[in-house]
Nanobody, 114 residues
Framework: QVQLVESGGGVVQAGGSLRLSCAAS????????MYWYRQAPGKSRDLVAV??????NYADSVKGRFTASRDNAKNTLYLQMNSLKLEDTAVYYC?????????WGQGTQVTVSS
C-alpha cells in the first residue's frame, strides 16, 4: 500500500506558473507509471500527464506548457505548470497503479485568476 500527498496548489494569475508535488509514502518502482489528473467543477476527472520509466505523455490541452517529472530517490512526482490559463483551474490529483490497485492522492486546488 502507498499513500500519496499532493502539495503546491494555490491561486495564480493567468500566464503564471506553479509547481505541484506528489510525495509517496514509500518507494515506487520506476516501472510503475505515475499520473497527474485534474477535475474542474462539474466536470469529469481528466488525465493530464502519465510518466513511465521511459516516456511521458500529455493531454493536448497542456502540451508545451506542463512538464511532469519524477525523482525516484525522493519518492516524489512533480508537475511544472507554465503559461497557466483560466481553464487550468481544477483540483489536481496524482495517482499510481500498483498491481491491480490505483492509489490516489487527496488533491490540491489550482485556481487561475484573470
Amino acid at each position: 500500500q502507498v499513500q500519496l500527498v499532493e502539495s503546491g496548489g494555490g491561486v495564480v494569475q493567468a500566464g503564471g506558473s506553479l509547481r505541484l508535488s506528489c510525495a509517496a509514502s514509500r518507494s515506487i518502482p520506476s516501472i510503475n507509471p505515475m499520473y497527474w489528473y485534474r477535475q474542474a467543477p462539474g466536470k469529469s476527472r481528466d488525465l493530464v500527464a502519465v510518466i513511465s520509466s521511459s516516456t511521458t505523455n500529455y493531454a493536448d490541452s497542456v502540451k508545451g506548457r506542463f512538464t511532469a517529472s519524477r525523482d525516484n530517490a525522493k519518492n516524489t512526482l512533480y508537475l511544472q505548470m507554465n503559461s497557466l490559463k483560466l481553464e487550468d483551474t481544477a483540483v489536481y490529483y496524482c495517482k499510481t497503479k500498483w498491481g491491480y490497485t490505483d492509489y490516489w492522492g487527496q488533491g490540491t486546488q489550482v485556481t487561475v485568476s484573470s
